[in-house]
């Protein structure tokens, strides 16, 4: 392919030692998802390697798609998942009391989706500005009243919005700084559009658990960085922003939500305590992440002895019933592709999913046809694994009639392979 670039200098800090320890091979683009037509043509697949810079700390991948093909049509709604929804009310609503947000404020979101975070914000009365590329993403955003530029968040744009006056008192970027190929230029754009008091509110997928839980399946062509402190520590202080304040999030799998400033006197206690906890683990060091962990096998090792047993689980199901897939997630198309056999389609009939935007596609790589819930509901099948492992409870709620019949739900386990969710 040549609509990707390798990097060979570190995303954070230009450092060129930069060390690979995941080779996931050549992957489709999970997002990708094929109609009926494409399944007759030839798919576009890019390396996937996972590196870590000697210097700052920062994981990142090497190759990097180009953003138009990965984001301008986009298939991820946040709104499908109730605990996204949640935790954005949540958030936003200590953030208003904390802040003292009123009508003369401006809350701007970064890769605002279809307004899940926003709209909390708008609903008190409080103005509001969404900025995300995905043009289909952005119209239903805009249509819904949540004023949302469809446009890429870059340092010329925070220049432009500077101009226009339009500061914020509160800038939220969840699960989009991983995303940005710039990422000093995002980080410094933040820095710009904030008021002199401003808040900003970065969610991230935390590497801490990536590693821990060996969740390589979190590795796609979207996510170019994957953040500890340290790393999102030494970015933020390059670019004007000091960290005040992190918490720990159980989404996605373990998250950090970083707060930061342009300055500060006040830093909360959790910052110490997670530079501590990393140091005492050695996560800015090499060897935690070609080291397994203290496991004294390697972190690729960890992931192909995962899903050799994922798939030998996968077969011994498939003997004693149909086995099906619930949610066509980014992430479950990398499972599903790492290795993949090709038997794959064969051994899972269908993968169901809310989005209608998803429903009746193929997933990419694999082929299996994406369906809706009430597919699922309605045929018979024994087992189903739920591929976003990290709504296994809001799925396996909302899905609860299944279990209370003879139906299984399982998610992928590091030891196991499989194991029941019950
Ligand atoms: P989900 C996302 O990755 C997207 P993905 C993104 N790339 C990112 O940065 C990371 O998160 C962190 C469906 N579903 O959220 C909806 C149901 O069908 O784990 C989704 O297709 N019913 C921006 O794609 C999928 O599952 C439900 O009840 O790996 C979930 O995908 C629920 C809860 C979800 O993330």
Same mark, same amino acid.
């Given at each position: 392919m040549t609509d990707y670039k390798y990097t060979?200098? =570190?995303?954070? =800090? @230009? &450092? $060129?030692y930069i060390n690979d320890f995941l080779d996931l091979g050549a992957q489709p683009l999970v997002n990708a998802l094929l109609t009926k037509e494409d399944l007759d043509k030839q798919e576009n697949t890019y390396p996937l390697t996972l590196a870590v810079c000697g210097m700052c700390s920062l994981v990142q991948i090497r190759e990097t798609v180009d953003p138009s093909i990965l984001f301008k049509d986009y298939v991820y709604f946040s709104s499908q998942s109730k605990t996204m929804v949640d935790s954005a009310r949540e958030c936003v609503n200590k953030v208003i009391i904390e802040e003292k947000l009123n009508k003369d404020s401006l809350a701007v979101e970064l890769?605002? &989706?279809?307004g899940y975070l926003l709209q909390h914000y708008m609903k008190r009365g409080i103005p509001i500005l969404g900025i995300d590329p995905a043009e289909n993403i952005a119209k239903i955003a805009n249509d819904a @009243?949540? $004023?949302?530029? #469809?446009?890429f968040f870059t340092t010329e744009l925070a220049d432009a919005m500077v101009k226009d006056g339009m500061l914020a008192d509160v800038v939220h970027a969840n699960n989009v700084l991983a995303h940005v190929a710039d990422t000093n230029g995002f980080v410094a754009g933040i820095k710009k559009i904030l008021k002199p008091s401003g808040l900003a509110i970065i969610e991230v997928p935390y590497i801490g658990d990536f590693i821990e839980k060996a969740?390589?399946?979190?590795?796609?062509?979207?996510?170019l960085c994957y953040f500890s402190f340290t790393s999102i520590d030494r970015l933020f202080s390059r670019n004007g922003l000091k960290i005040t304040k992190i918490e720990r999030l159980p989404i996605h799998g373990g998250s950090l939500r970083v707060f930061a400033r342009k300055s500060s006197y006040w830093v909360d206690g959790s910052v110490t305590e997670i530079f501590n906890e990393e140091k005492a683990k050695g996560l800015e060091l090499g060897h935690y992440y070609f080291g397994g962990f203290g496991t004294g096998v390697s972190f690729e090792q960890r992931v192909f002895n995962k899903m050799t047993k994922f798939w030998s689980n996968v077969h011994e199901l498939a003997a004693t019933g149909i086995v099906c897939a619930y949610g066509a997630a980014a992430k479950g198309n990398t499972l599903l592709n790492y &290795?993949? #056999? @090709?038997r794959v389609p064969s051994l899972i009939r269908f993968i169901a999913d809310s989005t209608p935007a998803k429903q009746g596609k193929y997933a990419p790589g694999t082929h299996i046809k994406i369906v809706s819930p009430e597919h699922f509901r309605n045929y018979n099948t024994k087992h189903c694994i739920i591929l976003p492992w990290n709504f296994a409870a809001e799925i396996a709620t909302k899905e609860a009639d299944y279990t209370r019949g003879s139906g299984k739900f399982w998610i992928p386990d590091e030891k196991l392979g499989l194991k029941e969710w019950k």
């Open positions: 060979t200098e =570190c995303r954070s =800090c @230009g &450092n $060129k890769a605002s &989706n279809d @009243g949540i $004023k949302t530029l #469809p446009e969740e390589f399946d979190t590795t796609y062509h979207e996510h &290795n993949c #056999p @090709g």
